[in-house]
């Protein structure tokens, strides 16, 4: 059971999750468990660190949402290992990259939601906010504006980055878009 828990975070790391959505894969497994059950074994992989849940933050409300966040592993190479050579979403495992480096960096991060729209991270430290989408590549202009656009909806000032493998950088009315290497080597 731990086994199948432990999977499914893996393949979903970078999409929301809910005990429900565990539960209902388990099930339909042909296994049984329960939702108490199963938040008991997802809270006992969190409090060990070998995953982290970030919660949603209404930007607009300024609150917490209780539902549906995410869960980020400790190891990219477990992840790797368990769910074999077949599941290549590099784009998530870029996402759990840039999710660690911010907790490196001291930032408390969460997940913005805004009119709709997601926003990869919210990053707060002391006083101060970083928005932060992450994509494998920007080049194609639908992919560019569906990931500029929630960070253009942002009412606030606060830096905004739009971070990719792109080896190219730019400004788009104040979002700066960022090669991920040249960031993660950047502190």
């Not at 999710?99 to 997940?111: A, C, D, K, P, S």
Request: glycine letters at 6%.
């Amino acid at each position: 059971m731990l086994q199948n828990i432990v999977k499914f975070l893996c393949s979903s790391v970078g999409s929301s999750v809910s005990v429900t959505n565990i539960t209902d894969y388990i099930n339909n497994s042909g296994r049984s468990i329960t939702q108490k059950t199963a938040y008991k074994y997802v809270k006992a992989l969190s409090d060990s660190y070998l995953f982290y849940p970030v919660e949603r933050y209404n930007i607009k409300g300024k609150n917490l949402l209780k539902t549906l966040g995410k869960y980020y592993t400790v190891d990219s190479g477990l992840r790797n290992h368990l769910l074999s050579a077949t599941n290549t979403d590099v784009g998530h495992q870029v996402e759990n990259i840039v999710y660690l480096e911010l907790l490196r960096r001291g930032y408390r991060v969460t997940i913005g939601k805004l009119d709709g729209k997601e926003i990869d991270f919210v990053a707060t430290k002391q006083n101060t906010k970083e928005y932060y989408q992450v994509a494998l590549t920007a080049l194609d202009e639908r992919v560019q504006e569906r990931e500029l656009d929630p960070l253009r909806r942002v009412g606030d000032n606060y830096p905004k980055y739009l971070l990719t493998l792109d080896f190219i950088s730019g400004d788009y009315e104040g979002i700066k878009q960022v090669n991920l290497i040249d960031w993660l080597l950047a502190e």
